[in-house]
């Protein structure tokens, strides 16, 4: 079975926070349910158009295979089966920063991932970041909830 790294509910509480930088590609900011998550997230909104309150389902995983064993880095057409059938869309990247900042109670991490120069950058608790390596390649998936 595969094993996610990460999975919540999302509510978009922004589109393009700093401006329309592209036409096909709308920045979005959201927040999560669960682990009270910020996200900035580039999205190509010409094949997937997100709205502000618009809640989704979002998942970081390290392979599609369902039996959890590592992707091969090669696209297969066939009939087999994987995580990618249960969502909407579906980035491939790698993850090129990790960072902290604040002290104490207030630490806070940011996972900085590149899904072909479409950009994520995913804030919240530490323990969460501790899941990830840098240079690591990611899927994120995403369904409408």
Partial sequence: ?????????????????????????????????????????????????????????????????????????????GNKKSLADKFEYVMHGKLYRISEEGSGKHVKADIFVSFGGLLMQLRGDPSIAAKFELDQKLFILIRKV
């Fill in 1 to 77: 079975m595969v094993e996610t790294l990460f999975e919540d509910i999302f509510t978009v509480t922004q589109k393009d926070p700093d401006g329309k930088k592209f036409d096909r590609v709308n920045r979005i900011e959201a927040r999560s349910e669960q682990f009270d998550m910020f996200m900035l997230l580039d999205i190509n909104t010409e094949i997937y158009p997100m709205r502000v309150k618009e809640k989704f389902m979002m998942v970081l995983a390290s392979t599609l295979n369902l039996d959890g064993t590592p992707d091969t880095g090669y696209f297969i057409q």
